[in-house]
């Protein structure tokens, strides 16, 4: 098929790459002449595994095709996927503003039948004002689907070869069809596709998200708890996934989460339920407790060295929301981070891909390093806030040696309690008891 994908961010590139690399002629647009440029010499702007490999290999075939011109691309193209960023605006709602640009162009050099695929994740009711938009324009018909992306940063190529489903809304069989068959090569294991109208399928990111962040602003809540009354988190953690009603997936306590979907979905689907008369009182509380957690971690070095920390240093292990990314979005080392430096704290940092976007974020005011080992000299304790695996089986010995006190503040749980007490390290972590 001749595909287009509109947009090449993160969302954008991972699909375009993976349509061309099952075989079919993908343009992919950007109004970024540095990202057209470097996408044409093998170069992406992102961190995923995998996917600098795959960009080359269709750059080379000749399936994958980087340009400026979305009108040669609409032509050229019988499907056209929108990628482009919907940040959140002041009040949560999605800005929506690019999208209705690009549809605007699309519906300006439309030349004959185009299927227009909302890839990016949109508010319900988006198809119909794109709709809207290119009726407005033009006469040539059209159809709008709407079909969210459930990618996972780090693992993102997986999950778009080897879907767990794939959610088609549309309001034509005749474009569900040939979106289907678009997705066939991906599904052909077994994976549903399900087809339905475009405000369910809308619908169904906001609302898969929402649900697996509440997962884990509940066990930060429980995590929390279970410091007050001397409870072990790791222990409910296991009981809790043994029940099939519940499983075990997503039960992780830590210092919250980040990045470009979690916080921006939660808010966008407590702003479009506020915004048709409804007080999403369960919504508000999940971005509520994430965004205190993020300073449990805070806390817990306040109480140990006191709330002036002008005269103390940090290691400090991971920047990136989560590990298998460059991305600073919403990380919660960023909150972390600047709680610390306000507190009059010096930060080592160290992270193995997201130091280049961390420098956007902090600029000079923090150190970095090369290594996870350099950070910790004459530190006054190690901070560890992305679960890296390097960070999983480090030389304890050497992290003792190396820090001015055995001191380790653990955001994600890594280390067994027993372990770091036979070491003697004073050990804080989440949900757990301190090894002090």
Known sequence: MNVAVI???????????????????????????????????????????????????????????PTMDIKFAV??????????????????????SAVFAVAESIAKAMNDYKIIVNKSTVPVGTADKVREKITAITNIQFDVVSNPEFMKEGAALDDFLKPERVVIGASSQKAAEIIRELYSPFTRTGAATLVMDNRSAEMCKYASNAMLAS????????????????????????????????????????????????????????????HNGYNPILIDAIESVNENQK??????????????????????????????????REAPSIVIINELLAAG?????????????????????????????????????????????EFRSPDFGKIKNKLKNPVIFDGRNQFELDEMKQLGFTYYSIGRPAIE
């Open 75 to 96: 032509e050229k193209s019988n499907i056209i996927f929108l990628a482009v960023g919907t940040p959140p605006g002041p009040d949560g709602h999605a800005d929506l």
């Open 345 to 389: 704290a010096r930060i080592k940092a160290y992270d193995p891909v997201a130091t280049e976007t961390a420098k956007a974020v902090f600029g000079d005011t923090i150190s970095y390093f090369d290594s996870r080992d350099d950070v910790l000299e004459n530190s006054d304790a190690l901070i560890l806030i992305t679960e890296w695996n």
């Open 295 to 328: 300073k449990i971690l805070v806390n817990k070095i306040k109480n140990h060295f006191g709330e002036d920390l002008s005269d103390k240093t940090f290691a400090v292990w991971g920047l990136a929301f989560k590990p298998q990314t460059d991305d600073m």
């Open 215 to 274: 997962r884990i602003s509940f066990m930060n809540e429980v995590a929390n708890i279970c410091d007050k009354v001397g409870a072990d988190v790791h222990f409910v953690r296991l009981a809790m996934g043994l029940d099939s009603r519940i499983g075990k997936r997503f039960l992780f306590s830590g210092v919250g989460y980040g990045g470009s979907c979690f916080p921006k979905d939660v808010q966008a689907l407590a702003a479009t339920a506020k």
């Open 7 to 65: 947009g090449t961010g993160y969302v954008g590139l991972v699909a375009a790459t993976c349509f061309a690399e099952s075989g079919n002629s993908v343009i992919c647009v950007d109004n970024n002449e540095k990202k057209i440029n470097d996408l044409l010499n093998g170069n992406i702007p992102i961190y995923e595994p995998g996917l600098t490999e795959l960009v080359q290999r269709n750059l080379k075939a000749g399936r994958l095709i």
